[in-house]
């Protein structure tokens, strides 16, 4: 875990971070997760000077060739590289069926030199392949992605220090924890319940000592939930759903959402967006996280966090 206040308050001061009170201090994921990279990179070098050239070693299994998946796998192995993570990637043709991905697995699984494995979702391949039953083939030990019903079975049952946490509600936890705000006896908000990110969210604000409300499409008067929350994260993947006039005044926000809409003005023609209305949210809210560089780098760094956690574990039972 990073130390909270004094990095905070020099980002805030250099003005990486507003501190206006009428407008909301902005928590800057891609500061936060800079200093993270900082302090695994001396961890990693400890260990390969500790056990003679030892590195973490970490695989992306992906199936087919989409370009975002692609684009998410070049950043993950890029960040691996400059901590010193032994990253490899590993692509099977979009032909494969079930029983190659699982082999492929299987095969990792047993691998002593790869500390972490990722399956790349959504799995690009033109037969039919459950996407529960792979995820649930990679061994709970090498489960950086903290998918699996093992460790989310334990997240849902408060065992937080015996399980991979998922990677975006860890980095949200963060992102919240650097506010300074007090998480236990809070009221927080999830919107969303994916598997991936409403879903953990629930849980480790749960067992932080929140009071901790889920909401998607069927809950009724959201507006109404929001303006409840000390704490409001967001994974609803809806382009700037969440007005700035639905928070509580100085409530912290958290925007998972990853969104392209029209924009003449940028040469693609399109621009990235929240699911919390950025500008309205801005002058209501606290704290707020920005998108892009708020959720997204933590996200990543977390996926590193996880591994050399995992490589720890390794050396300590090896």
């Not at 929350?229 to 700037?240: N, S």
């Not at 892009?292 to 490589?311: C, D, H, K, R, Y």
Request: charged residues 20%; proline residues 4%.
């Amino acid at each position: 875990m990073l130390s909270s206040g004094p990095h905070f308050m020099r980002l805030a001061a250099s003005g990486c971070l507003g501190s206006s009170r009428s407008i909301a201090t902005i928590i800057s994921g891609k500061e936060m997760s800079k200093l993270l990279r900082e302090r695994l990179k001396k961890e990693v070098q400890k260990m390969t000077s500790e056990f003679s050239g030892f590195k973490p070693g970490l695989l992306v299994l992906q199936v087919g060739d989409r370009d975002d998946s692609n684009l998410y796998i070049s950043t993950k192995l890029k960040a691996a590289a400059q901590i010193g993570i032994d990253a490899k990637h590993v692509r099977l043709p979009n032909t494969a069926t079930q029983h190659e991905v699982l082999q492929s697995i299987m095969s990792v699984n047993e691998n002593r030199s790869i500390h972490g494995l990722i399956v790349q979702l959504p799995l690009d391949s033109v037969n039919a392949i459950d996407t529960e039953l792979i995820i649930n083939a990679v061994s709970p030990e090498k489960d950086v992605d903290g998918l699996t019903c093992i460790n989310a079975g334990k997240l849902s049952r408060g065992e937080l220090n015996d399980c991979f946490l998922p990677c975006t509600p860890r980095g949200c936890m963060e992102l919240i924890r650097h506010t300074g705000v007090t998480v236990a006896g809070s009221s927080a908000v999830v919107i969303g319940r994916s598997k991936i990110v409403g879903a953990p969210m629930h849980d480790l604000l749960l067992w932080n000592h929140a009071t901790v409300t889920t909401c998607h499409s069927k809950t009724r008067d959201l507006p109404e939930q929001v303006s409840r929350a000390d704490i409001l994260v967001v994974g609803a993947g809806k382009a700037e759903m969440i007005r700035g006039e639905w928070l509580k005044e100085g409530a912290v926000v958290i925007d998972c959402g990853i969104n392209h809409i029209p924009d003449p003005t940028k040469e693609s023609g399109k621009r990235v967006v929240g699911d919390v209305h950025y500008a309205s949210a801005s002058q209501r809210a606290g704290f707020i996280t920005p998108v892009p560089g708020g959720v997204g780098p933590m996200t990543v760094a977390m996926l590193m966090e996880n591994t050399v956690q995992s490589t720890r574990r390794f050396l300590k039972h090896d």
